[in-house]
């Protein structure tokens, strides 16, 4: 049973910045996948970031960002194996949400943008912005 962890949400101003980590366990193998979802109150869950790859590391060339987040997040993979973080930089009171961490570990066609695309789901962090 894959468990995933989120940590490093919490309150912030407009314009500061926050990192989130995501960490597994009850896997060895590599993740084919991890990627980074948001819940705004009231809205549906929302693509953010996502970093996939094979072989022996996620691979930083197969990344891809919603329009929202391009230019101010960074998913990156940490040194821990299936361990990922998304740095947010610049932050609005729009990213407040709850930020689910998200993860795969079998090859798929489907859109890593997409929810369907990952079977294993985190609890969630909190994230909120204030104006």
């Known amino acids: 049973q894959v468990q995933l962890r989120e940590s490093g949400g919490g309150l912030v101003q407009a314009g500061d910045s926050l990192r989130l980590s995501c960490t597994t366990s009850?896997?060895?193998?590599?993740?084919?996948?991890m990627g980074w979802f948001r819940q705004a109150p009231g809205k549906e869950r929302e693509f953010v970031a996502s970093i996939s790859g094979s072989g022996s590391k996620l691979h930083s060339t197969n990344i891809h960002y919603a329009d929202s987040a391009k230019g101010r997040f960074t998913i990156s993979e940490d040194s821990a194996r299936n361990t990922v973080s998304l740095q947010m930089n610049s932050l609005k009171p729009e990213d407040t949400a709850i930020y689910f961490c998200?993860?795969?570990?079998?090859?798929?066609?489907?859109?890593?943008?997409?929810?369907?695309?990952?079977?294993?789901w985190g609890q969630g962090t909190q994230v909120t912005v204030s104006s």
């Open positions: 009850g896997r060895t193998d590599r993740a084919y996948a």
């Open positions: 998200a993860a795969r570990f079998s090859f798929t066609v489907l859109p890593l943008t997409t929810i369907g695309a990952y079977d294993d």
